[in-house]
């Protein structure tokens, strides 16, 4: 029946998820502010339309939250979806094959930015939702909360949450943005990296000089602040803030067996990748460099001279933004407090050093051993045919860890991404294939979690 639903409406669910991509809901350009609060009120629409009874738009410090929920039974549990409309910025545009916000479909694929992050997974909630209401099957209560801030650090949500622990109340968190192993291989995300996302800024002379006049006998800021960064990894990639691991927690030689056991190829993620070889920390595979280990990467680094052809300068400052992946047991506070002091103390005396934190959020484990869980599994091998397998993820969500904090509420992480969709990258797809089997096993997980 639901299949049924889905296949016979499929069409109409691909256009209205294509509207929402066009709106290029970008939350780091301020320039598009106005776009932002269009895909927030597109939702709002496309939620009462799906038949959620209160739906609003929360206004906040910064982009709009929308909130909507359908009661049907008090006795009922209730699940809250949570998930974000906006999206990173397309940049840089010109190696996009079409146009970021003009979604196209290439070989079974959605090619827009946010297709996949996060906005084609949240459309699957809300067609999921309304394929159940429509079918007279909805098993659940069900609130929607979705952000317009995750991309730049959901400062505003943290707020929204701690001011509304009311209306909040629910008896689980399911959010699609994470990613499963491939088609063959479904996965539910059991754990998520924290950050510590920090901007540095070093100053040499007052003002940018001849590099020929001054050359060789004042410090060149560039080339100090690479030397810093180049300094905090050793030759075994480790990481050389002091104190920076004594908080890792770490697994069990059972523990690692296991989590290496998911299916990994070498050659294919080298060759996607177009590298011809693999970089990180001694002792440790890809699975867990990427999982359970901690890092440290500079995003971004600028100053001097840029342009066109060759300017002789020796530049006054030079910029980065270097960002941490955090795991359990690390604390973003701690983090970013045992950064600033190492990389100040780093710095030579010719130059002034600036250390600011941007963002941060922590990491978080999900339980595998709760009803949620299993009947997110269940779903999984009702539609897909296989029992996902349990993965840590590399990236980062920070509110899961503040869902946990403030309402006691865990979080079932049932993406439906690929690595290879190039999420924040040019080029970002999503599977049709994917967004229609998402919708099932969402609509699958209702029945299971009501069900037990
Ligand atoms: N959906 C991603 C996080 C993600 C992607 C988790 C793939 C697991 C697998 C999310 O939108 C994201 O990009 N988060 C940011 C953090 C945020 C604070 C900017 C990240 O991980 O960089
Ligand atoms: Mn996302
Ligand atoms: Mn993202």
Not at 134 to 146: A, D, P
Not at 280 to 305: A, F, Q, S, V
Not at 435 to 441: C, N
Request: charged residues 25%.
């Amino acid at each position: 029946m639901i299949n049924e639903y889905i296949q016979s409406n499929q069409q109409r669910f691909l256009d209205e998820l294509f509207e929402l991509l066009r709106i290029p809901s970008v939350s780091a350009d301020s320039r598009h502010k106005d776009d932002v609060r269009h895909a927030a009120e597109y939702l709002v629409k496309k939620l009462k339309d799906a038949g959620a009874d209160t739906v609003e738009l929360c206004e906040t410090a910064g982009h709009p939250i929308v909130y909507g929920e359908k009661i049907i039974d008090t006795s009922l549990p209730t699940i809250l979806v949570y998930g974000h409309y906006d999206v990173q910025p397309a940049d840089p545009i010109n190696l996009w094959t079409s146009p970021p916000f003009e979604p196209v479909v290439k070989d079974g694929d959605i090619y827009a930015r946010g297709s996949c992050d996060d906005k084609g997974q949240v459309y699957m909630h809300i067609k999921a939702f309304e394929a159940m209401m429509k079918l007279n099957q909805l098993s659940c209560n069900v609130k929607f909360m979705i952000e317009g801030e995750e991309e730049v650090g959901s400062d505003n949500l943290g707020t929204f949450v701690k001011e509304n622990k009311n209306k909040l109340k629910a008896d689980v968190i399911l959010i699609s943005d994470t990613s499963i192993i491939s088609l063959d291989t479904p996965s539910i995300t059991v754990g998520l990296r924290g950050l510590s996302y920090m901007e540095v800024e070093v100053t040499g002379p007052n003002r940018d000089l001849h590099s020929g006049v001054y050359g060789g006998a004042v410090a060149n800021p560039i080339n100090i602040l690479s030397m810093m960064i180049a300094s905090m990894h050793d030759e075994n990639e480790h990481i050389t803030i002091p104190g920076f691991y004594d908080k890792v927690t770490e697994l069990s030689a059972a523990e690692r067996e296991e989590m290496n056991k998911a299916p990994f190829n070498l050659d294919e993620y080298k060759k996607e990748l177009d590298i011809a070889d693999l970089c990180g920390e001694k002792g440790y595979t890809t699975l867990e460099r990427t999982g359970i280990r901690p890092t440290l990467d500079c995003n971004g680094i600028w100053g001097g001279y840029a342009g066109e052809g060759a300017k002789t300068v020796l530049p006054s400052k030079a910029f980065a933004k270097i960002s941490m992946r955090l795991v359990p047991n690390q604390n973003n506070r701690e983090i970013t407090e045992l950064f600033t002091k190492h990389f100040e103390s780093l710095a030579p005396k010719s130059v002034k050093v600036k250390v600011t934190a941007l963002h941060g959020g922590e990491p978080a484990v999900t339980p595998t051993d709760s009803r949620a869980f299993e009947a997110a599994s269940s779903a999984f091998k009702e539609v897909w045919g296989t029992t996902p397998i349990p993965t840590r993820d590399g990236g980062s969500i920070p509110i899961v860890s503040l869902f946990k904090k403030e309402l006691r509420l865990d979080t079932v992480l049932m993406g439906f991404g690929l690595d290879s969709d190039a999420i924040h990258s040019p080029n970002e797809h999503y599977g049709i294939k994917n967004f229609l089997m998402g919708i099932e096993t969402i609509v699958s997980f209702y029945k299971h979690y009501s069900a037990k």
